[in-house]
């Protein structure tokens, strides 16, 4: 095929991902993470038979609904102590599953398409949400340089992701997400609040009856 075919106004046969600007400097760049579904989700399988997905407390004494796991040299944790970054899995006390290739680098071609370069995260957080579970509006503060972009993949059932402003109270855009899906977060956007509607139950042919999404951070 031409070079020039992949810019014609009828790609049907191989599409240039879309990308949809939802913030100054987030886009969501649809499908994008399609061609390495399976090697992700083999990935979280693998990374969880390691460090099991579990419910986490907030500081306020709240259990998230959502389950989670990581993997990479740092792994979002929350308990009644406070939010944080931490080397070791808290149910085991070892160290969190190393980060499958196929992750860190999807986050990086991500970033770089969005625009940031010489992303490598250190830290993926893999949250997991079955029916009904949910993300309350939140900023994500807990890394040490908000510089550095987020980068997250959806896989699984679709959706309802919130995007707000820098106050809790702004108005917030709501954004389907489906499976293969990145959205990359930086620059003037990074300290937006966001979170996930309740899942609606429905069934995703490869995944089965649940999301998974995954969060690609430069944590430490
Ligand atoms: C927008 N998880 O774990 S990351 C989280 O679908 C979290 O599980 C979402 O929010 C989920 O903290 C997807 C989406 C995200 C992350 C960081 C952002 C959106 C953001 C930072 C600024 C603005
Ligand atoms: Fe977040």
Redesign the pocket.
């Known amino acids: 095929m031409h070079t020039a075919d992949l810019f014609a106004d009828d790609n049907t046969a191989s599409p240039l991902p879309e990308r949809v600007e939802l913030?100054a400097q987030?886009v969501l760049l649809r499908g994008f993470a399609l061609p390495v579904a399976d090697g992700l989700l083999s990935a979280v399988a693998s990374v969880s038979a390691g460090a099991p997905f579990r419910q986490m407390v907030t500081p306020g004494g709240y259990t998230m609904s959502?389950t989670?796991t990581n993997c990479g040299a740092l792994g979002?944790i929350t308990d009644r102590r406070g939010y944080r970054y931490a080397r070791q899995d808290p149910l085991t006390g070892a160290a969190w599953p190393p980060m499958p290739d196929v992750i860190r680098d999807l986050g990086r071609a991500a970033a770089r398409a969005a625009g940031f370069d010489g992303f490598d995260a250190d830290a993926c957080?893999i949250?997991r949400?079955l029916p009904g579970t949910k993300?309350s509006l939140?900023?994500?503060k807990d890394e040490r340089d908000m510089r550095q972009p987020?980068v997250?993949v959806?896989l699984g059932i679709p959706?309802i992701?919130q995007?707000g402003g820098l106050q809790r109270s702004d108005p917030t855009q709501r954004v389907p997400?489906i499976h293969g899906d990145v959205?990359v977060?930086?620059g003037v956007?990074?300290?937006?609040?966001?979170?996930?509607l309740p899942v609606k139950t429905a069934h995703h042919p490869i995944v089965g009856d649940e999301?998974l999404?995954i969060?690609l951070?430069m944590a430490g």
């Open positions: 913030g987030s959502v989670l979002w957080l949250n949400y993300m939140h900023q994500d987020i997250s959806s959706a992701f995007f997400l959205v977060w930086g956007d990074r300290l937006r609040f966001h979170g996930v999301r999404n969060t951070r």
